[in-house]
């Protein structure tokens, strides 16, 4: 066999077994996908922890529910939080989370926010006694195939303030 034609033969192979990695890295994220059911996420409650003249804090209490059959670990949580219709905070924590396999979890999120944020919620609060709220933001999960980002978003009612 010529030598040209042996080296062709090497190439060809490499291709082929490179091709076929490709395919199954593929195949394997396709079945992590089909095998990871999302987990559930749910707002809780939104306890206010404090007001002062330039703002205050929040906690943002999630119930998450995992309906896997494997314990997960989240990495990463951001958020937004919406009192009323004014976006009052944005934001990211790295926190791990263990989320328990077919179990719930409570994950409490600090939330910092500016008295300007909130002026108009509060306003609508001292007239009404109560102010709707929206919690969204993502979930990044740790997977053997790699991080999935997962949305989640909850609703509720502020009625007066809780300290």
Request: glycine share 10%.
């Amino acid at each position: 066999m010529h030598v040209w034609t042996m080296r062709r033969l090497v190439t060809i192979g490499l291709t082929a077994a490179a091709a076929l990695c490709t395919l199954g890295a593929g195949a394997c994220a396709s079945l992590a996908r089909q095998a990871f059911a999302n987990p559930v996420v749910e707002v809780k409650n939104v306890v206010v922890k404090g007001i002062g003249t330039q703002g205050g804090s929040l906690d943002v209490v999630l119930d998450v529910y995992n309906p896997n059959e494997y314990r997960m670990d989240a990495t990463k949580l951001s958020y937004t939080v919406w009192v009323d219709t004014n976006q009052v905070a944005l934001g990211e924590i790295e926190k791990l989370v263990t989320l328990t396999n077919k179990g719930h979890s409570e994950v409490v999120v600090p939330v910092e926010f500016t008295f300007a944020a909130v002026r108009a919620a509060m306003l609508k609060m001292s007239q009404k006694g109560s102010v709707d709220y929206r919690v969204t933001g993502q979930f990044t999960y740790v997977t053997p195939f790699g991080n999935i980002t997962r949305p989640y978003s909850g609703t509720g009612r502020l009625d007066g303030l809780r300290f």
